[in-house]
C-alpha cells in the first residue's frame, strides 16, 4: 500500500516506529561496546552491493525500511565507541540523545515564541548562565547576548561579521572603508575557517606566527599590525584561539585583549574546543582572560560530548546582534503581536529557520548538573595527562610539542626506524608511518585516530577524547594497537 501522507497514524505507523525504536536502543549499546568494531569498512563499490542508495518510482515495504536501517547503523563509524578520537567530537551521551530524539519529535523551528514557547525561555536561560560564567558577571543578561549557530565555523564566521560592523559603526565616523582594507589576524594554527569566512566578507587575514607550543606569537603580531597601519590598511579584529584544533594551544589571551585594547580592535576568541573548561573549576585557569573578549565561539558539542551540532557564539555587546542582523521581516516578526516582541529572537540571526540546538544541551545540563560536566571535563583531562605519560614511558612513541589541554600529540617510531633515525631519509620515511597505519586500522576496525602533518613536521597522530567513557585499559589498548599495527614497519 502507498503510503505518502506526511502524518503518523496509529494503525500504520505505532509497530513500526516501536520497531525502529527497539532498534536504535539495540544500536546505541552495540555502538559503544568494546566487542565490536569502530567501523566495518567496505569499498564504496562493496557498499553500494550492500545498500541499494538508488531511489525508485515505487514505495518500500516498513520491512525492508527496518532492513535499511539496520544496514545503515552497521556500516557506519560509531562515533560512540570509546576507540573512536578521530575528530573534536565523540561519545554517545545517553541524556544528549534523549534530549536529541525529543528535538526529532518536536521537529520546531526556533524565531518566534508563538512557535517555540519552551524553546525560547529555555535557549535565554542557557545564554544567560554561560555569559554569567564566562563573563563572570552577577547578571549575564544585562551585559550581553548569545547566538547558537549551526557550527563553529558559520560563528567565527558571524563574528567576523560583527566585528566588521562594530568597527565601522564606532571607527568609521561615516567614512567608506572598503572590506580589502580591514585587516583581521589570527594566528597559522587557528582554525581554517576563520580564512575562509575571511573570504566571504572579503577583508584581509594576516596569519600571525606561532611559537613551539602553538601559540600566536605576540612579537609577530605586533610587527604585523604595524605593518599594516604603514600601508594605510585598518587592522579591525583579532582571533584568538582557546584550544587549537591540532596542538590544543591556548593564545595568550590577556596580552592578546591588551594589543586590542590599544588599538581599538575587536576581540573574538575562537573557544569551539577549550570553551567547556569553563566547568572546570581546576582547568579553567588556561581560559584566563577570556571575559575581555568581545565576542566568544563555544562548540559544547566538543568538549562537553552534547550530541552534533551545538555551538555558540556570545558576546558582551548586548545589542549588537539586533542591530547588524534585523530586518523585521513582516511575516514573522509582527509588530501589533499579542505577546512582548522580545521574545521573538529569530530576527537577531543570521538564519531564518533553526534547529533548537539547545534542547539536548539543557536536557543533559538537568540529568548532570553543572558539577557533572565539570567531572566529565576533569575526568578528560586527567585520562590525557596519563596518556602523555604513557608516551613518554614506552619506546618507540615520541611527543610532538608538550600538551598543556586535551590534545597529545606524538609519533609513533616503528622498529626499523628507531636504530636508523640518522638516515638521511628519516622525515620522509616518518612522515609516510601514520597514513600507513591509518589505513591500517580503518580496514581493521580496531581503531580510529586522526594524523597530520604540520608546518615542517612530518606526519603524526593526534589524540583526543570528548568521550568521558574511556578508561586507562583504552589508553593502554591504543598503544597496544598502534605497536601491533607498526610492528612489522
Ligand atoms: C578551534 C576550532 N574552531 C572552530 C572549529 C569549527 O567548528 P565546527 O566543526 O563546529 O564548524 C573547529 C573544529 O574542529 C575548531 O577546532
Redesign the pocket.
Known amino acids: 500500500m502507498s503510503d505518502w501522507r506526511s502524518i503518523p497514524c496509529v494503525e500504520r505507523h505505532k509497530e513500526f516506529l516501536e520497531n525502529l525504536i527497539a532498534i536504535l536502543i539495540d544500536c546505541t549499546f552495540e555502538s559503544v561496546s568494546r566487542e565490536n568494531p569502530v567501523l566495518r569498512w567496505r569499498e564504496p563499490g562493496h557498499l553500494q552491493d550492500i545498500i541499494n542508495f538508488n531511489l525508485q518510482e515505487e514505495s518500500r515495504t516498513q520491512d525492508s525500511l527496518l532492513e535499511i536501517a539496520t544496514k545503515v547503523f552497521k556500516y557506519s563509524v560509531k562515533t560512540g565507541h570509546p576507540y573512536f578520537m578521530n575528530q573534536?567530537f565523540s561519545g554517545l551521551d545517553p541524556y544528549g540523545l534523549a534530549g536529541q530524539w525529543l528535538t526529532d519529535v518536536l521537529n520546531c523551528s526556533l524565531y518566534t515564541y508563538e512557535v517555540a514557547p519552551v524553546l525560547t525561555l529555555m535557549e535565554s536561560t542557557v545564554i544567560t548562565k554561560l555569559l554569567n560564567m564566562f563573563y563572570k558577571e552577577e547578571n549575564g543578561a544585562s551585559i550581553g547576548d548569545g547566538l547558537f549557530c549551526p557550527?563553529?565555523?558559520?560563528a567565527?564566521g558571524t563574528a567576523i561579521n560583527l566585528a566588521r560592523f562594530w568597527f565601522r559603526k564606532r571607527i568609521q565616523n561615516n567614512k567608506t572603508i572598503p572590506s580589502t582594507n580591514l585587516v583581521l589576524f589570527t594566528s597559522e594554527d587557528?582554525?581554517y575557517?576563520v580564512s575562509k569566512w575571511g573570504n566571504v566578507c572579503d577583508v584581509e587575514i594576516v596569519l600571525v606566527k606561532t611559537d613551539e607550543y602553538g601559540r600566536m606569537d605576540i612579537n609577530d603580531l605586533k610587527v604585523n599590525i604595524s605593518e599594516e597601519q604603514k600601508k594605510g590598511n585598518y587592522p579591525f579584529c583579532i582571533t584568538a584561539?582557546a584550544?587549537?584544533?591540532v596542538l590544543g594551544a591556548f593564545d595568550l589571551l590577556i596580552e592578546i585583549a591588551d594589543i586590542c585594547q590599544e588599538f581599538d580592535m575587536w576581540l573574538h576568541v575562537?573557544a569551539?574546543?577549550g570553551g567547556g573548561l569553563i566547568f572546570s573549576k581546576k582547568h579553567s585557569v588556561l581560559l584566563r582572560g577570556i571575559q575581555r573578549a568581545d565576542s566568544i565561539?563555544f562548540?559544547p558539542?566538543?568538549l562537553l560530548a552534547v550530541p552534533q551540532?551545538c555551538?555558540l557564539l556570545l558576546t558582551k555587546h548586548k545589542n549588537i546582534f539586533k542591530e547588524a542582523h534585523s530586518k523585521q521581516a513582516p511575516y514573522l516578526f509582527q509588530k501589533d503581536k499579542f505577546y512582548c516582541r522580545d521574545l521573538d529572537v529569530g530576527d537577531k540571526y543570521l538564519q531564518c529557520g533553526r534547529r533548537p540546538d539547545v534542547l539536548k544541551f539543557w536536557f543533559m545540563w538537568q540529568a548532570k548538573g553543572t558539577s557533572g560536566f565539570e567531572k566529565h571535563v576533569d575526568h578528560l583531562m586527567r585520562f590525557s595527562t596519563l596518556f602523555k605519560e604513557e608516551v613518554e614511558k614506552r619506546d618507540g612513541f615520541e611527543l610532538v610539542t608538550e600538551p598543556c589541554f586535551i590534545n597529545v600529540c606524538f609519533w609513533f617510531v616503528p622498529p626499523s626506524l628507531r636504530v636508523q633515525n640518522t638516515l638521511y631519509d628519516y622525515k620522509k620515511r616518518l612522515n609516510e608511518v601514520a597514513p600507513k597505519l591509518k589505513e591500517k586500522m580503518t580496514k581493521r576496525g580496531s581503531l580510529m585516530i586522526n594524523y597530520q602533518p604540520l608546518h615542517e613536521k612530518p606526519n603524526f597522530f593526534r589524540f583526543v577524547i570528548q568521550n568521558s567513557g574511556v578508561d586507562m585499559q583504552d589508553i593502554l589498548y591504543v598503544f597496544d594497537e598502534l605497536e601491533n599495527l607498526g610492528e612489522s614497519m
Do not use: C, I, P, V
Not at 557550527?151 to 558559520?154: D, E, H, L, R, V
Open positions: 573534536l557550527g563553529g565555523s558559520f567565527n587557528a582554525h575557517s584561539t584550544g587549537t584544533t575562537d569551539a574546543w565561539l562548540n558539542h566538543k551540532q555551538s
